[in-house]
């Protein structure tokens, strides 16, 4: 399966964004879909993620402000991002859950600024 992050960039604390991710070369329907982050000197953590049928799961630090969402006709699963925090500064990547394949992109850089 190949998965292609996007939509970050650098925002000041309190802005928004929203990442986007196309899968192909898989049944994307068959699978939880995810979003991971990975900020320096820090291990890679699940941050949200979405059954097919739509049940989610957020890290407790984005509940409320992060909301993740999934179009399996499309192959997508987006990551709507508000009241950023300087916290949420890392890569984010997409991958399945709860075994991610080992490719795992170029991710995209959020960066949110004080």
């Known amino acids: 399966v190949q998965l292609q992050a996007s939509g970050g960039g650098l925002v000041q604390a309190g802005g928004s964004l929203r990442l986007s991710c196309a899968a192909s070369?898989?049944?994307?329907?068959?699978?939880?879909m995810a979003w991971y982050r990975q900020a320096p000197g820090k291990q890679r953590e699940r941050v949200t993620s979405?059954?097919?049928?739509?049940?989610?799961f957020y890290k407790d630090s984005v509940k409320g402000r992060f909301t993740i969402s999934r179009d399996n006709a499309k192959n997508t699963v987006s990551l709507q991002m508000n009241s950023l925090k300087p916290e949420d500064t890392a890569v984010y990547y997409c991958?399945?859950?709860?075994?991610?394949?080992?490719?795992w992109g170029q991710g995209t850089q959020v960066t949110v600024s004080s």
């Open positions: 070369g898989s049944t994307f329907s068959n699978f939880i």
């Open positions: 991958n399945t859950f709860p075994l991610p394949f080992d490719s």
């Open positions: 979405i059954s097919s049928g739509g049940v989610t």
